[in-house]
């Protein structure tokens, strides 16, 4: 891991990972970024610690020696929406998916680079408080804004042309900005319940999402607005034009 500026603004971090030299490693690069740093080597002592500070973020790793890091999670968003994000040495994709199912705001895995680690870290902190939706029921994102209320898209202030189903994916994505969201949370918040495996529907329809506002779109502003975790999911893109 190689050390670079940052700043973490006062943020309280616990860092729940079971080997020591890791966990040493990240505490020392955190508390250089400025965050304040709380360390457990377990499930049990990740709670206690929890429970007792309620960190600003949560960085979790799933392979814990008493309990799986996936209990940790369902333990936090029992009454909770602290951001979570899972460094894990799991590189199965049910495993990811599992965990972002649960809660977890987002996932990166082992080996990683602090660079990319303290980005997901802020990015899951900006957002942890939910929605970015405005007092007029507005999302945005560079040059694009969705208005709620009238159902409409507009890209530099000229309206997009979506379907309905389009329109509540980029809702559902948008609102999310800052987490991973999975295929199959799409799946149940823009389909339904019943929806449980289709995934062809939702590559699809985010192929034509892109194509349409890549067309209304001709600078390529919006080039990075959903990003795609293979086999998994799909992100807003954190960075802006």
């Known amino acids: 891991m190689t050390t670079a500026q940052g700043h973490g603004a006062g943020a309280t971090v616990l860092v729940v990972e079971d080997d020591d030299e890791t966990r040493a490693v990240l505490a020392r690069e955190l508390s250089t970024r400025g965050y304040r740093v709380e360390e457990a080597a377990d499930g049990a002592t990740a709670i206690r610690r929890w429970e007792a500070r309620r960190p600003d973020v949560v960085l979790l790793d799933l392979g814990l020696p008493d309990v799986d890091g996936l209990q940790v999670i369902r333990r936090i968003r029992r009454e909770a929406t602290t951001p979570i994000v899972i460094l894990s040495g799991r590189y199965e ?43 007029q029921g507005r999302l945005g994102w560079g040059s694009l804004v969705l208005e709620t209320e009238r159902h409409e898209v507009r890209v530099a202030g000229a309206r997009v042309d979506l379907s309905p189903i389009e329109f509540e994916i980029l809702r559902v ?16 918040s823009v389909w339904g319940e019943a929806y449980q495996g289709e995934d062809s529907y939702v590559y699809v329809h985010v192929s034509q999402l892109r194509r349409k506002l890549a067309a209304a779109d001709p600078g390529g502003e919006l080039r990075g607005l959903i990003v795609t975790e293979p086999g998994i999911g799909y992100r807003i893109g954190d960075r802006r034009p």
């Open 93 to 135: 994709e049910r495993e990811k998916v599992e965990a972002l199912e649960r809660g977890a705001d987002d996932y990166v895995t082992k080996p990683f680079g602090v660079e990319e680690l303290h980005a997901r870290l802020r990015v899951a902190m900006r957002h942890g408080a939910g929605p970015a939706a405005d007092q």
């Open 173 to 188: 994505l948008l609102g999310n900005t800052g987490r991973l969201v999975t295929k199959a949370r799409l799946l149940r």
